[in-house]
Nanobody, 130 residues
Framework: QLQLVESGGGLVQAGGSLRLSCAAS????????MGWFRQDPGKEREFVAG????????DYADSVKGRFTISRDNAKNTLYLQMNSLSIEDTAVYYC???????????????????????WGKGTLVTVSS
């Protein structure tokens, strides 16, 4: 069982930055590929970024490429999402999630659909104002 707790959300002006964190409960954190997802009310949850268990592989949604950076610290059981140049369209609840697959390629495939993830946090709200 892996418990995930997000933090770092809040209110920020357009053009600003935020760093989200996701603390994992188990020392098996390094056994999981991790992802960030977001959901706006009335919309489906969407993939934002993913990272392999070692941190060597990353993947991003086109909408955040060049602005967001996903990283992890396996010694601290923590996942991060650095968000720069935020826009109003980035307003959403952000969730971290974990998946255990045989390869990074399979994990990336799982991340294309939120139902493919094995564990979820409860989310942190990011609000970007104009």
């Amino acid at each position: 069982q892996l418990q995930l707790v997000e933090s770092g959300g809040g209110l920020v002006q357009a053009g600003g930055s935020l760093r989200l964190s996701c603390a994992a409960s188990a020392r098996t954190f390094s056994n999981y590929d991790m992802g960030w997802f977001r959901q706006d009310p009335g919309k489906e949850r969407e993939f934002v970024a993913g990272i392999s268990r070692s941190g060597s592989g990353t993947d991003y949604a086109d909408s955040v490429k060049g602005r967001f950076t996903i990283s992890r610290d396996n010694a601290k059981n923590t996942l991060y999402l650095q968000m720069n140049s935020l826009s109003i369209e980035d307003t959403a609840v952000y969730y971290c999630a974990a998946v255990a697959e045989a390869s990074w390629a399979l994990a990336r495939a799982s991340m294309t659909r939120s139902s493919g993830m094995h564990y979820w946090g409860k989310g942190t709200l990011v609000t970007v104002s104009s």
